[in-house]
């Protein structure tokens, strides 16, 4: 089958001659090239080499479709740029829902003037859901400075980077009508040379006026340093004791929340926790909905609902599986992505991801006796969807009832089974009961998969049995 979809690719055409009717943009651009002798003709030889089949300079959004017609190459590449499943958002126009979350977080810092920590699994869209805050910021004349932490980020590094990203303008002790030499001058000039101290920091940023100042930490649980979780731990209670106008957005894994707002109970009070949870679905259908409006690609309505239901909340999953399936069927220059093309796309993720599993975990999941406690791991995985992953043995009975596995019993049996799974298998962390330092303050002993990414997988390949048996 390849209705509508253009086969015309093959020797060198012009780029700007197919698939999409062009803006003024585009005849700028073009007319523009032919001015400066660009464009030349393609000899025969050269023709056959591989090109690029969109320029730099043109936005992929551009290339648009043309009605009904598929071709294959733009939309290779507007694909890319729809589904891309390693690149967060940055823009709210390719933001989708989240905006609960988008308007507690808003209240948080303009309502609250609170510090703020959002945590949740790894792909649930902390990252994009930080970037459209800070656009949406911006535009109510916030300075939002964004940082990323990476495993060897240093309190020192990271602020004083921020410092220089603040104009002195805002300097309370600085005229906002100084000269242009002023313009170029930073808060990092008044940061001494010695290591940053969290207190003297707090206080040169209470001097801040005429704006508001987030600073966005982004990826926060990767910081190995405690120092650096001490220092800004002081630093968030220092700006709170002085109303400062500067207000901290960290994000983290959940499985972090207990390190990540762990702090003593008086800072705690300044800070919010917001759990990014898993997304709607028809929220994470508009997802699939945009990248067929860029590809001219359609998903079959129950190919979409497929990988909706495989993707079970996350965004970045309806990107990885659309994407598998997606280029699955430009390969076979089809204008429909069907089911099959989600089933084969979920298990090529899958097989990658077992592969990236440690060895010990490969080896464990592989035996029989583990093998023979699958629908409680599943039932495990569905329950720590949560945004910091800890579940409860009581959690499980009800998933466990519901499903077709074997009779499970009550709480206190399945507790016994996890038990035994974390002792000889070494697959969850276990709380017990008591711990006073649990989050919520509950008494349940809770379990949480050590491995990260298990529970996912877990997840995804109960859902593609499911969804092809
Ligand atoms: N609201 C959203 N709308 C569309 N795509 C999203 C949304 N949130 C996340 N994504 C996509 O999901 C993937 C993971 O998002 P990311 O923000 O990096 O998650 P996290 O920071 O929690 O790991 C990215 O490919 C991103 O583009
Ligand atoms: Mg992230």
Redesign the pocket.
Known sequence: MDVGVSRDRQGGEDPGATGRPEGLGGLARRSLRRLTGGDPEPSATVSRLPRFSVAATEEIADVRPLSGRVHPERARLALADAL??????TSRD?????SDVLADLIAAIEQQRAHVVLY??????????AHVFAETAREARYLVLYGSCGVEASFDDMFRAFAAQIPLLYHADVSPVADEREHQRSFAELVGAGPLDPRELAELFARIVGTRVILIL?EYDRVRDPAFRRDVAELIKNLSDRAARVQLVL?GVASNLDELVGFTPSIRRNIVGLG?GP?AEE?MAT?LERAEAATGLVFAPEARALVVRMAAGS??L??LIGSRAALRALDDRRPEVGTTDVVAGTEAVLGEWSAGLPARVQRTLARADVRAEMPLLIAAAKASGTPEGWFAAEDLVGLLRSGDARDLGDARAVAARLDALARDADLFEVQAEDAPEAAGGGHERRYRFRTQGLAQLLTLSAALARGTS
């Open positions: 891309a499943a390693s690149q967060p958002v390719r933001f989708a829902g989240r949740g699994e790894r792909g649930i869209g902390k990252t994009s859901l982004d994000t990014v997304m929220d997802i965004p970045y309806v990107r």
